[in-house]
């Protein structure tokens, strides 16, 4: 989550994004930082994510609001040429029981998908997983893919933004948060691949500690 403020990029959503569109990502957004997360379990404080949840509410009361998008395109020189999609489609007394039902079948389908694989196994890469000892991000995304999981599922699964993912998998040292951040998210994407956590983090963190010194 970037820490200024770009209300497109916190919501992880385009310039030209409709109301409803914003209105998905505000509510994936929330439930990715909220309390109960598995990518941010014992890595962030509560007062850390209490800070990222403001910013999130942040974002989405200037982007929900027609006036106030507008306003903030303009002093930032963002040009949409189709604003007639920042109305919401639905009305604003139902939006609390929309609210409800998104957050619902959201938390439903993570429980749901979270371990559930289902792909055609190979022997020889299958191999190849169990003698690994060095993995990199391209390994990690060879796995996924192999593994049939697209990179919005796998945000999904482990409740770390796609942004962060992609981070991973091309091993993006520049972009990459906190070391100790790292950690947690490649365990939790190791864990939902059923690969060993402690042996690729530990793996994926020497290789990348190794990069940094090289630059």
Do not use: W
Not at 41 to 51: C, D, T
Not at 84 to 108: D, H, I, L, Y
Not at 179 to 202: C, E, S, T
Request: with cysteine.
């Amino acid at each position: 989550m970037t820490t200024e403020k770009n209300y497109y990029e916190v919501l992880e959503v385009a310039p030209n994004a409709s109301a409803d569109e914003i209105f998905k990502a505000y509510t994936t957004a929330k439930t990715a930082y909220s309390g109960d997360s598995i990518a941010l379990y014992s890595l962030l404080s509560e007062e850390e994510a209490h800070k990222v949840l403001e910013l999130i509410e942040e974002a989405y009361n200037i982007l929900s609001n027609p006036t106030k998008r507008k306003k903030y395109n303009q002093a930032r020189g963002i040009v949409v040429e189709d604003e007639t999609n920042f109305m919401a489609t639905s009305k604003p007394k139902e939006e609390k029981e929309t609210e409800s039902q998104v957050m619902s079948q959201m938390n439903k389908l993570v429980a749901k998908k979270r371990y559930g694989l289902e792909y055609e196994q190979d022997t020889e890469f299958e191999k190849e997983i169990e003698q690994c000892s060095e993995y990199t991000g391209e390994f990690l995304k060879r796995v996924r893919e192999y593994k049939k999981v697209d990179i919005a599922r796998l945000a999904d699964m482990t409740k770390i933004s796609k942004t962060y993912l992609q981070y991973i998998e091309n091993e993006d040292v520049e972009k990459m948060p906190a070391i100790v951040y790292v950690r947690g998210f490649v365990y939790q994407y190791a864990k939902v691949l059923k690969l060993n956590p402690d042996l690729v983090a530990n793996s994926y963190l020497q290789r990348i500690k190794a990069l940094k010194e090289a630059k």
